[in-house]
């Protein structure tokens, strides 16, 4: 067992490895696996041939900035996804007791507690004073 080990250490020296993007994909070929047990199409199976294809390529790839760079793109389109599934999540736990509107100027989302009727509203970010009607 030790032999083996030391086998794939030596295979794996200067190369890239697994990073977040090769967890996705690992991801999505489970959920392609899933749909293709139900749906048995032939399209799915080509789909998930390529993406495990890709994988495999990326781990095993020597060209490490390039795949880094890969990585970064992902990482800055995933985080943007998941604050905005964080933000509506929260939406929807403070539904009763706050409401989220943007400024006008800043565009800043604010986090607002739930009033009935029109007031004014100050951005904590540009100091912009704005008028908000809200109807309960």
């Not at 697994?18 to 293709?36: E, H």
């Not at 993406?51 to 390529?57: C, K, N, P, Q």
């Amino acid at each position: 067992m030790g032999n083996l080990k030391n086998k794939l250490t030596r295979l794996m020296i200067g190369r890239y490895g697994i990073d977040q993007l090769y967890y996705a994909l690992l991801g999505v070929w489970f959920v392609l696996l899933i749909a293709n047990t139900f749906i048995r199409s032939g399209i799915i199976s080509i789909l998930m041939g390529a993406v495990l294809a890709g994988m495999i390529f990326r781990t095993l790839s020597r060209n490490i900035y390039k795949r880094r760079q890969e990585n970064d793109k992902f990482m800055k389109m995933w985080n943007r996804i998941k604050a905005e599934g964080s933000l509506t999540m929260r939406r929807i736990k403070e539904i009763k007791t706050h409401r989220f509107r943007k400024c006008p100027h800043c565009k800043r989302v604010l986090r607002l507690p739930r009033r009935k009727g029109k007031h004014t509203v100050k951005c904590p970010c540009c100091h912009h004073e704005f008028e908000l009607c809200i109807r309960l």
